[in-house]
């Protein structure tokens, strides 16, 4: 089926992908320019024309993003300037690292809010990031982002910018769209929208979409399935003094996520490793055949997982915002949400580098000797290696070595996390409107923000090990003595002594925060000023761990795997109780020399609070006055981050041209990482501490070629480097403990340029209706997958391009290719596998960006 759909979509699209549908005439007649004069509402204390704003700011109508149509948030970002993204982790997951700031998380500075808010507020926990439940659908009616700015004023914990997903809204008029989509990777789905009024004062929008299908990269099961509803009724007051709003959203969603997969050659020269899993459309380790893993009985209770649910969402949310005018001078508004959500991570992350299984029984064999003494056959190793689930012998210690053609296993980390939680959030503001303050007006915006979050993270990391081929397979080394007959078992259900892992804390956070911004104009000079000061308040229990042997609650064990040890909680548990303090400011003035120039600049200086994943480091502390210090907030791996930005602006628009231009200088101190090395096969923590400067240039450009025909131009070039940092510690092809520096090198995975080219065409109108023909090429340019810059990520670029159709009656089709060239860039190495040195051995890991795809959508706007 998955060849002939391809067919299919090929002669259907004439190898044209990512496209519009086609646009509406409204959308047709929409000025060339980057929507200066558009009312925008992020950022501001008062809704403003684009052009006096004081923020750095990229918006997208309607008609941009249908041409974009983007299928992840990833892959959104890659059109805002100044936002690096890795949109290789498939539909969620995704990392976005702003302004040359390295990320020790996914989003870690950056937030996603949804008509104003966050669904989640602490957005960034690790693994249960916050496009896993802010999801992109045709229910978006338009998106804002801000890049530094005023980001720390109105979003705690966003110092280098958010983006707002603008939800559809009723009007009195019905209007709708509904399509239904197909790919090459046998996806089924569909969304839908319809607005319009239940009386004269009142009006409804509401939205769904669904989808499944085998993912770019089929790990032998559906890997997407799910989907999300939406809804709003929006009720106006009958004196004409505001609005109350209530809204819903109910998301169930299990998407893939694609990790870094094991490959040979060089990171500049990556290669399928012979028999392994291909560089353009392998697995990544997450396969059918390492499914499933059950513990029963163990310490923590019974352990059944399934990698099937990959990156998992169930989350519901509610709300309502209220505006009420006072008086002609004074805004009263209130916005409130709650939220409850379970999610959880299962996957397959690799902790090592492929190597033969030959050397890996060698090493059993060399811990465990007098046990399996009898394996050694007139002076020759005697073992099989067997598939973990059913027990088959897949291969012996006579044809190892061309097992799968490589003979390779790998160190594969079955991951879980579980995180259940919800949070209540409330914010309230009074904006005063001062006329006649000078020869201006001062707008006044007084606010109050708290948070409530009450939730409960479980983690398990399982060293395991698995097959190197197209649908890896988990794998056990059993040992046998002369006669053929088992000795015993380096490994239980593929689980090998080394690297384990286990969390499990339940926690509450409260944040309250005032800010204030005030913005005063004259007749062409606005200025700004915003403070926030947020109090963060945590505290719970995190249990302590302890190691148990597999035979100790597993009957089924012998005297060798029996004694691999893994970690769970040991019913203890050390309570933790920590506050925060944060200031953050900025100033910004805007000059408009007329309606198609004006510049701006902005300096601002902001934080990120600590979260639940540095509250789990007091399991690791050894005295108690360790312990008391992480009570009284003085220990430094759980300190916020702090960040300065200050940027300088240029708007132009004339004629058939458009310019957005931002100079920036970006500086982030005390940024906490945990860097994994790997030591003798097992992943060691490294606490390590960085700080980074960055000068860079962002832009934004719209030509107008001919009326038909505009080109859109998305860049960064920006100069990231490391600063005051100490020598970075390592582990050297010894093992032996050695250090470098690193100051002056490039942050992981951060390029100095990075941008998207766009190109659209409208056709004139024919017979059937209207066509038009939309192209993108993003590209990354070369970055580093380790501090020491020894481990080269080389450019790479994507082009997407797209044919839509559409008549007078509404009715359109969309034919679309991502990545037509197929490209084959490596987004990043393997942050599990040495981040400070990563050197170059013969096989490596690194996370290979999603092959082509065709797809195919028809549709119903009306």
Do not use: C
């Not at 691999?564 to 303090?581: A, K, M, S």
Request: charge should be negative; avoid cysteine; aromatic fraction near 12%.
């Amino acid at each position: 089926m998955k060849v002939s759909a391809k067919m299919t979509l090929i002669a259907v699209a004439v190898g044209l992908s990512i496209s519009p549908s086609v646009l509406s005439q409204e959308q047709q007649v929409a000025k060339s320019d980057l929507g200066f004069e558009r009312i925008i509402v992020t950022g501001t204390s008062r809704p403003k024309e684009k052009i006096e704003s004081t923020n750095a700011i990229t918006t997208f109508n309607e008609a941009k993003l249908e041409q974009l149509a983007p299928h992840s948030v990833a892959e959104l970002v890659r059109s805002i300037p100044g936002f690096h993204a890795e949109d290789t982790g498939g539909e969620t997951g995704n990392n976005v690292a702003p302004r040359g700031f390295p990320l020790s998380t996914q989003t870690e500075f950056t937030a996603l809010l949804r008509d104003g808010m966050t669904v989640f507020y602490n957005q960034d926990i690790l693994f249960t990031q916050n496009d896993r439940f802010t999801r992109l659908s045709n229910f978006v009616g338009s998106v804002e982002a801000i890049r530094g700015g005023a980001s720390s004023i109105f979003v705690g914990s966003a110092p280098a910018g958010f983006i707002n997903f603008i939800s559809r809204e009723g009007s009195d008029d019905t209007q709708g769209d509904v399509f239904f989509e197909t790919n090459s990777n046998n996806r089924l789905g569909g969304q839908g929208w319809v607005s319009g009024s239940i009386d004269d004062q009142t009006t409804y929008a509401v939205g769904a979409w669904y989808r499944k299908d085998d993912s770019a990269r089929d790990p032998g099961y559906t890997a997407n399935q799910g989907g999300e509803l939406n809804g709003n009724i929006k009720h106006f007051f009958k004196d004409g003094s505001g609005f109350t709003r209530f809204e819903f959203n109910k998301q169930n969603d299990r998407s893939f996520f694609f990790i870094p997969q094991p490959l040979i050659g060089s990171t500049t020269n990556a290669k399928t490793i012979p028999g392994g899993m291909d560089i353009r459309d392998g697995t990544t380790g997450n396969s059918a055949g390492a499914r499933l893993l059950t513990l029963n009985n163990a310490p923590s209770g019974d352990i059944d997982l399934d990698i099937a649910d990959g990156n998992y969402a169930n989350v519901t949310y509610f709300g309502n915002t209220t505006e009420i005018e006072i008086n002609e001078n004074l805004v009263f508004s209130n916005q409130m949400r709650y939220t409850d959500m379970l999610t959880t991570f299962t996957g397959i992350i690799n902790v090592g580098n492929a190597e033969s299984l030959a050397s890996k029984a060698q090493a059993i064999y060399a811990a465990n000797t007098d046990v399996l003494a009898g394996a050694m056959v007139d002076g020759n190793l005697s073992y099989d290696i067997r598939d973990a689930g059913n027990g088959f012998v897949l291969a012996d210690s006579s044809n190892v070595n061309t097992y799968n053609t490589n003979g390779y296993g790998i160190n594969a980390g079955f991951w879980h996390r579980r995180f259940e939680g919800d949070n209540f959030q409330n914010e309230t503001r009074f904006n005063y409107t001062f006329d006649d303050v000078g020869e201006g007006t001062l707008y006044a915006n007084f606010g109050l923000f708290f948070s409530n979050i009450n939730g409960h993270v479980t983690d398990y990391r399982i060293n395991t090990l698995q097959s190197v081929e197209p649908l890896p397979q988990r794998l056990d080394v059993v040992f046998t003595d002369a006669q053929g007959l088992d000795i015993a078992s380096g490994t239980y259900k593929g689980i090998q002594a080394g690297s384990h892992g286990f969390a499990d804390i339940v926690y509450s956070e409260n944040t309250l925060a005032p800010f204030a911004d005030f913005e005063y104009d004259l007749e062409d000079v606005s200025f700004n000023l915003g403070l926030r000061y947020e109090t963060l308040k945590a505290d719970g229990e995190a249990q302590n761990q302890a190691n148990y042997t597999i035979d100790s609650f597993a009957s089924d064990t012998d005297t060798v795997n029996g004694n691999i040890t893994l970690p769970f909680g040991d019913g203890t548990y050390r309570n933790f109780d920590v506050e925060y303090n944060e200031m953050a400011w900025t100033i910004a003035a805007n000059y408009k020399f007329n309606d198609d120039l004006a510049v701006f600049t902005r300096y601002a200086d902001g934080f990120r609070m600590p979260d639940v994943d540095k509250y789990m480091a007091i399991t690791n502390l050894t005295s108690q006055e360790e312990i008391n210090q992480f009570n009284n907030s003085e220990r430094r791996e759980t300190q916020p981050a702090s960040t300065v930005m200050a940027e300088v602006g240029i708007k132009y628009n004339e004629g058939d041209v458009a310019a957005f231009v931002t100079g920036y200088f970006a500086a982030a101190d005390d940024l906490f990482f945990n860097v994994p090395t790997v030591e003798n096969g097992q992943v060691v923590q490294r606490q390590a501490f960085r700080n980074t400067e960055t000068l860079g240039v962002e832009a934004e450009f719209n030509l107008q070629i001919t009326q038909d025909w505009r080109i859109g131009v998305s860049a960064t070039y920006q100069s990231p480097e490391f600063v005051n940092t100490p020598a970075a510690q390592y582990l050297d092809a010894n093992g032996s403990s050695a250090s470098i520096d690193i100051n002056g090198n490039l942050p992981v995975r951060v390029p100095k340029h990075f941008g998207q080219l766009t190109s659209s065409y409208q056709f004139e109108d024919f017979s059937w209706g209207m066509a038009a023909i939309h192209g993108s090429y993003s590209w990354s340019g070369k970055r580093y997958a380790d501090d020491a810059n020894t481990a080269e990520l080389p450019m790479y670029g994507m082009l997407n391009l797209g044919l839509s159709l559409e008549n007078e009656d509404g009715y359109y089709l969309r034919a679309d290719v991502k990545n037509l060239n197929n490209s084959e860039g490596l987004s990043e190495g393997d942050p599990r596998a040495g981040e400070t040195v990563a050197g170059q051995a013969t096989t490596f890991n690194a996370r290979v960006v999603l092959p082509r795809t065709f797809s195919l959508t028809i549709g119903k706007r009306f």
